[in-house]
């Protein structure tokens, strides 16, 4: 029996994009695990389970860990004649895999991804009172039709791989908007030229609709404008002076109020913001706002103890965060998950570098069909967070290797990246990180290398011309700037009879302080190197190789964190001045 105090997960879902009229639909909800894959929405509901947390998690109350390739969940949403007055739409953070929503006996839609966010307008299915909303998660991880990322594909976790997790795992919620509302606004800011440039859609334009934006910082008005809207994207710019910038733990954000007009009535309110920031390819290096800089980045998995993929709360997002900048570290690979928007807003507000990736193991890419699986959902993905200053760069895929005798397509590699450049020009592009490269902003690599004489070697020899290239006959370096996107990941767990973590384990605290020094100055001292990303901020189940405990608790003495922060902190070589 689940017993509710507080509604779990309450805050605002999408904090880059707010409307007041809105109502969280978390909590107690009806459940089944449909085993043999033959329920119906009116089938015998026998569990209780918590959204938004998955039935593997123990937050959920369901704690169930084996597959569960069908669920179905039930509840009743009560509404009012005043929130029916124009549109209702239903949100989902994510569901994972397929997801098909039923409300009072009809299907009102469906959508396949298990990472994306996704609503329905289900205005024609709803009325006042109670209705009664279904949904049903279809789930199967071992078919290599769908991306799985770090979700284990056997019954047991096991070395990199982790928890699963099926159906509902973020928020589900309703949004009450008008007849004509705005639908989305795209935003790209350039500081030099003081100006930020948006598209705007509507659902419908039967009429004349006006937009009014208007924009300020640190409460102070900067700048208002109004526009007529054309059918399809209507593309406006306005400028504002004395710009501040959105900078590495300078998070410089300006507010914005979107208000749709007819004739001189407000018929949409929408509350937003957004960040001065440009990033670019340079000198083989990358620079933010017209300076280079050097990427310190830690890998983050987005897993928790008690929620698996889900947060227990939303302070639990902003705190990874704070660990890592409490080590010097000014950023994060987002990795294998699609982190929710929470995550993203907590970024942008203190000013933390974040890499956007897709969940994309467990996905066949040795033909075109895993081309049809995955970009419809990574282009929701890119569209979902585009706007958002903290995401640097994309990363659709991670480490690409081959299927038994069948290799990776590279063109699927390829036309991802080409599509993603084509989506959202403003941020590089690695196809995919760590190997095999077809074409690429960055050309990154992973090396878990734990002697540290033969690791400064290797990258100490890394010249603009000549890197080290560990497959140099499936793919190319052509000049790109040189990141080493993995690396680290020494497995420190004393006591521990079980566990695993990347190559032999140090013997001792001070030699770990040594071994992470080393290696992280080998890559900082280069100036051809533009970047690093330790593996990891916290262990993760049976992978013990963070600098954290799965439960965020030092595992480390006070002085060998002081080391991590001094070796993270120092000078890099290729941020000195050109």
């Not at 593309?235 to 300006?254: A, E, F, H, R, S």
């Not at 533009?530 to 003495?557: H, I, M, W």
Request: aromatic share 14%; glycine share 8%.
């Amino acid at each position: 029996m689940i017993h509710l105090t507080n509604l779990p997960r309450g805050e605002y879902p999408r904090p880059q994009f707010v409307r007041s009229a809105w109502q969280n639909l978390n909590g107690a909800w009806e459940f089944r695990i449909d085993h043999g894959k033959r329920g119906r929405p009116d089938s015998h509901f026998d569990k209780t389970i918590l959204v938004p947390f998955c039935p593997e998690s123990k937050l959920s109350g369901i704690e169930n860990r084996d597959f569960m390739e069908s669920v179905w969940y039930r509840r009743t949403v009560i509404l009012t004649h005043e929130q029916l007055a124009g549109r209702v739409l239903l949100h989902f953070g994510a569901v994972d895999y397929a997801c098909t929503a039923f409300l009072n006996g009809q299907k009102c839609g469906t959508h396949r991804g298990g990472y994306s966010s996704f609503q329905f307008d289900i205005t024609e299915y709803v009325h006042a009172g109670e209705n009664t909303l279904v949904v049903h998660a279809v789930d199967h991880q071992r078919g290599g039709k769908q991306p799985h990322g770090k979700q284990c594909d056997k019954y047991h976790s096991k070395g990199c791989f982790y928890t699963r997790t099926t159906g509902i795992w973020q928020t589900v919620w309703l949004e009450f908007v008008p007849r004509m509302y705005l639908k989305s606004v795209q935003v790209t800011t350039d500081y030099r030229m003081g100006s930020v440039t948006f598209l705007a859609t509507v659902n419908e334009l039967p009429k004349a609709l006006t937009l009014r934006t208007s924009i300020s910082f640190d409460g102070k008005p900067c700048a208002s404008f109004e526009t007529p809207l054309s059918a399809g994207g209507t593309i406006y710019t306005m400028q504002v002076g004395d710009v501040k910038c959105w900078d590495i733990l300078q998070p410089n954000l300006y507010d914005v109020t979107y208000e749709l007009l007819d004739g001189n009535a407000v018929i949409d309110t929408v509350q937003s913001y957004f960040g001065f920031r440009t990033v670019e390819l340079r000198e083989h290096s990358l620079w933010l706002n017209g300076r280079p800089i050097f990427q310190r980045l830690v890998l983050d998995q987005g897993y928790y103890p008690d929620g698996v993929y889900t947060a227990p709360t939303d302070a639990d997002l902003k705190r990874d965060i704070e660990l890592s900048i409490a080590l010097g570290f000014n950023g994060a690979r987002l990795h294998q998950k699609v982190f929710e928007e929470r995550f993203l807003y907590w970024a942008d507000r203190l000013g933390y570098l974040v890499w956007g990736e897709q969940a994309s193991w467990g996905l066949d890419i040795t033909t075109s069909e895993g081309l049809i699986n995955f970009l419809p959902e990574w282009l929701e993905v890119v569209a979902r967070d585009r706007n958002h200053p903290s995401i640097i760069g994309w990363c659709p895929f991670n480490e690409t290797w081959d299927q038994g005798r069948r290799r990776a397509d590279k063109r699927v590699l390829e036309a991802v990246y080409l599509t993603t450049k084509a989506a959202d020009p403003t941020r590089p592009v690695i196809d995919t990180s760590g190997n095999y490269h077809a074409r690429t902003d960055l050309y990154d690599m992973h090396d878990y290398e734990q002697d540290v004489v033969q690791f400064a070697a290797r990258y100490g020899a890394v010249t603009r011309d000549s890197i080290y290239e560990p497959h140099p006959g499936r793919q190319q370096y052509e000049g790109q700037p040189y990141f080493i996107s993995e690396y680290g990941g020494a497995w420190w767990a004393p006591g521990q009879k079980k566990g695993w973590g990347y190559g032999k384990a140090p013997e001792s605290e001070a030699e770990f302080g040594r071994r992470y020094t080393g290696l992280t100055r080998a890559l900082m001292d280069n100036p051809h190197i533009c970047a690093l990303c330790y593996t990891q901020l916290y262990d993760v189940e049976q992978e013990q190789n963070g600098l954290y405990t799965y439960q965020r608790e030092p595992k480390f003495s006070p002085k060998i964190y002081e080391q991590i922060r001094a070796a993270n902190s120092a000078p890099a070589a290729n941020e000195k001045e050109r």
